[in-house]
């Protein structure tokens, strides 16, 4: 029979004990993920207002490029304004420049290029109308309208809550339709052969920018062989912007009294009535509204 021996018991003082481990207590731990919840919640802050400003500055630079490139529009077409009666879709006459109760200002425009030289006509009728709180560009190639013609739309600038035409005839009054009442003889081809204005004025009522007052020479204006605009330098100027600021624009200017060599040595050059030469107001080869985008 087999003797199992004892295993010998192992002395208390020989057992190896292990390195103990340091670790994190569970308030520790608390403590740290109370800290990073905080800083997180700071560092979104700043970037979540951050990204609100870029936001916002791009929204205003989009919305300054669409007023630039709409008044661009409008001061091309006007300045490039033809004395030039047209044919509607009935064969009616109607004048150059026409504004009625309707609200659509339609006109005859010049220095529409042709590329190809196709032998088309420079010329081509525009309207321009306030339809759903934008102002849109209406354009036909060719004056006398066919029936059911199509016009080219094009939407210049939207978030518009009115837009109001104005018109200055020769005698220095704002007239609110055009041809004037005064012009208005009953007779269509009379009617049809009426002057445009010498200077056109669109305000636009807007719930970013508030109200814009924006004035547009026309090349039929002869201010200076008239006398000017008594005085009130700026409020014609080749460039057609209006100052909403300027006291009195809205209003017709006194008549200049006659004065010497020295008063008119003085007056704004802006005042000065252009040439048919001068780049202000250039003949069918200059101004390209086509070509702005």
């Not at 004395?83 to 006459?93: T, V």
């Not at 004037?180 to 007779?187: C, E, F, H, K, N």
């Not at 109200?211 to 080749?238: D, I, K, M």
Request: no cysteine; aromatic share 6%.
């Amino acid at each position: 029979m087999t003797k199992i021996k004892p295993v010998p018991a192992t002395p208390v003082s020989a057992v190896v004990r292990r390195p103990r481990q340091a670790g994190f207590t569970l308030l520790e731990i608390i403590v740290v993920v109370l800290v990073f919840s905080v800083m997180a919640a700071m560092a979104y802050g700043g970037l979540n207002s951050v990204l609100r400003t870029r936001n916002g500055i791009e929204q205003s630079m989009n919305r300054t490029a669409e007023f630039q490139r709409t008044f661009m529009r409008l001061r091309t077409d006007l300045q490039n304004l033809r004395d030039r009666p047209a044919r509607d879709s009935y064969g009616d006459p109607e004048p150059a420049l026409s504004y009625a109760e309707d609200g659509v200002l339609r006109l005859v425009r010049g220095g529409w290029r042709s590329p190809l030289d196709s032998g088309r006509s420079s010329m081509e009728r525009v309207s321009f109308e306030l339809v759903d709180g934008a102002l849109r560009r209406a354009s036909h190639p060719v004056l006398d309208l066919p029936q059911r013609a199509e016009p080219v739309d094009l939407p210049l600038l939207g978030a518009i809550d009115a837009a109001r035409w104005r018109f200055l005839d020769g005698a220095r009054q704002w007239q609110e339709q055009w041809p004037a009442r005064a012009l208005q003889t009953g007779d269509r081809a009379s009617l049809a052969a009426a002057p445009p204005p010498i200077a056109i004025e669109l305000t636009l009522v807007t719930p970013d920018w508030g109200e814009l007052r924006l004035l547009f020479r026309t090349p039929v204006s002869q201010l200076a062989g008239a006398g000017g605009t008594g005085g009130e330098t700026g409020l014609l100027t080749n460039l057609g912007l209006l100052p909403g600021r300027l006291a009195g624009a809205g209003q017709a200017p006194p008549a200049a009294a006659p004065d010497s060599a020295g008063a008119d040595a003085a007056a704004d050059p802006a005042d000065d009535p252009p040439s048919p030469d001068s780049e202000t107001f250039p003949d069918d080869g200059g101004l390209q509204g086509d070509d702005l985008t």
